[in-house]
Nanobody
């Protein structure tokens, strides 16, 4: 079983910064990709940023130039650095990992979600 835990959310004033962290644990062979999603009240969950094992990075247009996704120094960890935060960034932020696990048939890729961390941008 794989567990995914996010941390680092909180309340910040507009223009401020937060750094979210994601840690995956379990019998993981490797992480194929890590993504940060967010869901604001009454809205659909959207992909904010993603990074693959090969280093390919994507951002939603609304956060380009303000957010930076990275892999952590510790194994199976990652971060989302959020700068110049705006009230519209307020949402629950979720980490999703695509992990490679050993199965009876060999290896396979599975997707796991964290429980989410609240980010509130308000004065």
């Amino acid at each position: 079983q794989v567990q995914v835990v996010e941390s680092g959310g909180g309340l910040v004033q507009p223009g401020g910064s937060l750094r979210l962290s994601c840690a995956a644990s379990g019998s993981i062979i490797s992480i194929a990709a890590m993504g940060w999603y967010r869901q604001a009240p009454g809205k659909q969950r959207e992909l904010v940023a993603a990074i693959t094992s090969g280093g390919r990075i994507n951002y939603v247009d609304s956060v380009k130039g303000r957010f930076t996704i990275s892999r952590g120094n510790a194994e199976n960890t990652g971060h989302l650095q959020m700068n110049s935060l705006k009230p519209e960034d307020t949402a629950v932020y979720y980490c999703n990992v695509e992990v490679v696990l050993t199965t009876l048939a060999g290896t396979a890729q599975f997707s796991y979600w964290g429980q989410g961390t609240q980010v509130t941008v308000s004065s």
